[in-house]
């Protein structure tokens, strides 16, 4: 008897919806040629929720991911919403829906495409064999934080860890770099804050449990630095939340765009899947977005979630198939492109591809 999985579905807003068909797409070609099915049930969420219902996360949503096997997640937010006070902007929503599904693990995976080795900004023998995966902790640090403030003349944010929150994280670093490098480099700011002091001596202590890691710590500004100078250095990347965010995306730009970095966020209930970019309202309708962010999330929730890896596979290979015969979208278009495609044309070659 096949397998069934329950998917929850959030497009979102701006470019989000043209990229979650085209994933919905792919995984429709590879559930069949793998003997699962799959059934999407979609969800408000960000700005288009706030137009429909007046709130950016409704609580339906947070019912209906908590009652799925995954979420899928597109991208939310824009200009349109940006005046809005800041609880009921989209933003707001999305930090609430993280913390509510305890998702307190981001897996932001950066590697090289042997076929887009020009697309990076680097020379090719800096980033050739680049594969870096990026742990960031999701639910807590500075976007969290109490108390916070703004009365106009003077704003203020608070940033907090607990050892507890530090461990957790930490231990998904290091069961991860066993399956990898062995190698985990902790990245925060030990020499002003006191947070990250706290943050340095966890992961110092946590590593004694992991004899097999090996265990480096660099300052967040350092680590920007030595990404763009040898990315090559790095196997798994653990930090908090703020400096996570910022790293993932000069990550994205070592490996050529940030429409090819997918990510998954990971807890005790469930797990969400996105590509790491935004909304991108300025492209939104023009069919230019580069759906592989959203397809390789896909595959992170077909191998993490569903266990089902010889579908994520499947996928992976296509795209590589894809990209090899000169396939680009507008992003990557300049870099050895044969053909220039549009987001659905993308989606569409991606899955004639599968099984080939």
Not at 118 to 139: C, Q, T, W
Not at 171 to 181: H, N, Q, T, V
Request: proline letters at 4%.
């Amino acid at each position: 008897m096949s397998k069934n999985y329950k998917i929850s579905i959030i497009k979102g807003d701006g470019i989000g919806p043209e990229i979650i068909d085209e994933a919905i797409k792919v995984l429709d070609i590879v559930s069949s040629c793998c003997g699962f099915t799959l059934e999407y049930e979609e969800y408000l969420m960000g700005g288009i929720a706030i137009d429909t219902v007046g709130k950016p996360l409704p609580q339906e949503t947070i019912d209906g991911v908590l009652n799925s096997d995954a979420c899928l997640f597109g991208a939310i937010g824009g200009a349109k919403w940006d005046t809005l006070p800041r609880e009921l902007r989209p933003e707001s929503g999305l930090l609430k829906f993280r913390e509510t599904m305890g998702v307190y693990a981001n897996l932001r995976p950066a590697v090289i495409y042997d076929e887009l080795i020009n697309a990076s900004s680097l020379k090719p023998e800096i980033i050739e064999g680049v594969d870096i995966m990026v742990v960031r902790e999701l639910i807590g640090g500075i976007y969290f934080g109490n108390p916070r403030g703004n009365n106009g003349q003077k704003a203020y944010n608070t940033m907090v860890y607990t050892k507890d929150e530090i461990l957790r994280i930490g231990k998904k670093a290091f069961e991860i770099a066993i399956s990898r490098d062995k190698r985990v480099c902790s990245v925060d700011k030990a020499n002003v804050l006191e947070v990250s002091q706290l943050w340095r001596d966890t992961m110092t202590e946590l590593s004694a449990s992991y004899p097999e890691v090996e265990l480096t710590h660099m300052y967040v500004d350092n680590a920007a630095m030595q990404l763009v100078r040898n990315p090559k250095q790095f196997d798994v990347i653990v930090t908090g939340n703020i400096f996570g965010d910022i790293l993932s995306d000069t990550a994205s730009m070592v490996v050529g765009s940030i429409g090819l970095l997918p990510s998954a966020s990971t807890g005790e209930k469930t797990a969400i899947y996105e590509p790491i970019h935004g909304s991108a309202p300025d492209i939104t309708g023009l069919g230019i977005a580069n759906p592989i962010a959203t397809i390789q999330s896909a595959v992170m929730m077909l191998r993490y979630s569903l266990g089902e890896e010889e579908a994520a596979n499947m996928i992976e290979t296509s795209i590589k198939k894809v990209l090899k015969e000169g396939y680009r979208t507008q992003d990557i278009a300049v870099f050895d492109a044969k053909h220039i495609v549009s987001t659905s044309e993308m989606g569409d070659i991606i899955s004639s591809f599968i099984g080939k």
